[in-house]
């Protein structure tokens, strides 16, 4: 067994299996390096009880960046997405709205409730794809450091500007997002408050604001940038295919993979990242070493602090990963039957993708309860049941449902999540119950899972999903920090891969893609030390 790479990964989440696989792809020798029994990190399926499988986290696809399906052609290693056509919400009153990809569907949906608002929907999805397509250039940039004077520096900037010279009148739209509370942001096109919530939705899913907080409305289009090729669906088999996918592609290519292979330290020798030790005692050497954990991990545990400038630390440990999202994982007998669901009447055969948030004032009361270190007394969700899309997933005539929403407070004020957790579940309950009645009684089993189990799971500071709050300042120049966007770092030979790094969380792909890219950049000089 070798102990000398020429990359080695540490952390086998889907960026890292990424970061890896093109490493691989290059020529070079690399070990992938993961901490759990499983590869994956949060894009991973389990079976959660005897006969019963989910998406464990993460539980949509549509956000995995063409370009590197492409690259990679996970396709060919098994990757299939199945596309969700509507979004079903219900509402008081037995009522309902459906969103649909039809865009004729869903203006006579928002009829119902707004004939201005669904004149208006044509315009505002395509000023929707005109922003979010200059974000998904974005998202495939290195951020630069405008702080710096060098020759070099200057000159990438000029570059980056001229690519972005026609950006024109999409300069303000960009401040709107970056500034605008949700709620305002979307006030600006419709006046239902139907309406208004459905799109103010996303700008509150893993998050630990209300809608109308200011800052959120980028989050809406962050949602919707990941929204490519055929937009939100599943993945067959779960959320582990894609990570299956990636990693079988990049095997080709001779990627090594180690699983059960804790990292306690990387090894800086002279300023320059010189390997790993695992817990066990074992030790890896490399030319490279790229981190595919959170940040405040890497740097602030495997690390001795004397490596590392102390503002460099300082900027890092007042990175936000504040979490109040929970994922519960349910095996039950039956689909949910929602009172307000008609097939004929609604025109779909199920709801396999729904969401539960009434009114733009629901959502803030949801973030309201869990301000003051608490939890949501009617916390919104998004209910899915990817079995009945796809069979591989429960027993014949079963089903998985997979509750995801906010908020779950990280510490509760003046109690435990010993004590809480089964209110909590309680109150999840309570809204699933009125909605969809008689749901608690069509559970099999369940797995709960609040933001100190996903830490604890997946060693993410905060269980924050996305590796960090996504607001202005933590976001392109300033992810993770300031002078150290680029994925590089203070250490020589030592980058940065994970979600903590630009563009941050969601199953993209893209921090592992382009990290790889700079990696590369790099080789030819790093290879002869």
């Known amino acids: 067994m070798s102990s000398k790479y020429d990359v080695i990964i540490v952390g086998g989440g889907h960026n890292g299996l990424v970061c890896g696989a093109y490493m691989a792809k290059a020529g070079l020798k690399t070990l992938v390096l993961e901490r759990r029994h499983i590869v994956g990190g949060a894009a991973v399926t389990e079976e959660f009880t005897p006969g019963f499988r989910a998406s464990t986290f993460s539980y949509i696809m549509g956000h995995v960046h063409p370009k590197v399906s492409d690259e990679l052609e996970l396709e060919k290693f098994g990757l299939e997405a199945i596309p969700v056509q509507e979004v079903f919400s219900p509402l008081y009153d037995g009522d309902y709205i459906i969103r649909s990809k039809d ?4 203006q006579q949906q928002f009829a119902r409730f707004s004939k201005k608002d669904a004149e208006i929907y044509p315009e505002f999805l395509k000023y929707m794809g005109e922003t979010t397509q200059i974000l998904r250039s974005i998202v495939l940039e290195t951020p630069i450091d405008p702080s710096r004077r060098d020759w070099h520096t200057i000159k990438e900037a000029a570059k980056m500007l001229w690519r972005y010279r026609k950006l024109g009148k999409h300069f ?3 401040i709107d997002a970056v500034s605008l509370s949700a709620y305002d942001f979307v006030a600006q096109w419709f006046e239902s408050d139907v309406i208004k919530a459905m799109f103010c939705y996303w700008a509150a899913i893993g998050t630990h604001h209300g809608p109308r907080a200011p800052g959120t409305a980028i989050i809406i289009l962050y949602h919707l940038m990941g929204q490519q090729r055929g937009g939100m669906g599943f993945a067959r088999g779960g959320m582990g295919k894609i990570s299956d996918a990636i990693a079988e592609s990049g095997k080709r290519y001779g990627l090594e993979i180690r699983t059960s292979a804790a990292v306690s330290e990387i090894l800086v020798k002279n300023g320059r990242a010189t390997g790993v030790v695992l817990e066990n005692g074992d030790e890896y ?5 790229a981190t595919n954990v959170n940040a405040k991990v890497a740097f602030d545990k495997f690390i001795a602090p004397e490596h590392l400038p102390a503002e460099f630390l300082r900027d890092l440990r007042n990175y936000r990963t504040r979490s109040t999202t929970f994922k519960i994982n349910i095996a039950v007998d039956r689909a949910p039957q929602y009172a307000a669901f008609d097939a004929d009447k609604c025109g779909i055969d199920y709801p396999s993708y729904t969401q539960i948030a009434l009114s733009v004032d629901y959502l803030e009361r949801a973030a309201d309860d869990a301000k003051y270190g608490w939890y949501s007394a009617k916390p919104f969700m998004t209910p899915i049941v990817p079995s009945m899309l796809d069979d591989s997933l429960a027993p014949s005539g079963k089903h998985v449902v997979t509750l995801s929403g906010n908020h779950a407070s990280y510490e509760l004020t003046g109690a435990t999540w ?3 957790r089964d ?6 309950m309570n809204v699933m ?3 969809a009645p008689g749901f608690s009684s069509s559970i099999i089993d369940m797995q709960v899972l609040l933001p100190p189990d996903i830490e604890r799971i997946l060693g993410i500071p905060g269980g924050d999903p996305g590796h960090g709050e996504i607001s202005l300042d933590q976001l392109f120049w300033k992810r993770p920090v300031a002078h150290y966007a ?20 969601s199953v993209s792909c893209l921090p592992g893609h382009n990290a790889a890219r700079e990696i590369l950049k790099d080789w030819k000089s790093l290879k002869k030390i």
Do not use: M
Request: with cysteine; charged share 25%; hydrophobic share 30%.
């Open 285 to 289: 050497h490399a030319k490279v070493i």
């Open 486 to 505: 680029d994925y590089r770092s203070p250490i020589q030979a030592l980058y940065q891969c994970a979600s903590s790094s630009h563009p941050g969380g």
């Open 172 to 174: 303000y739209r960009l």
């Open 433 to 435: 119950d009125e909605f």
């Open 418 to 420: 010993e004590t809480e």
């Open 103 to 106: 865009v004729k569907k869903t």
């Open 423 to 428: 209110n909590f579940v309680k109150n999840v």
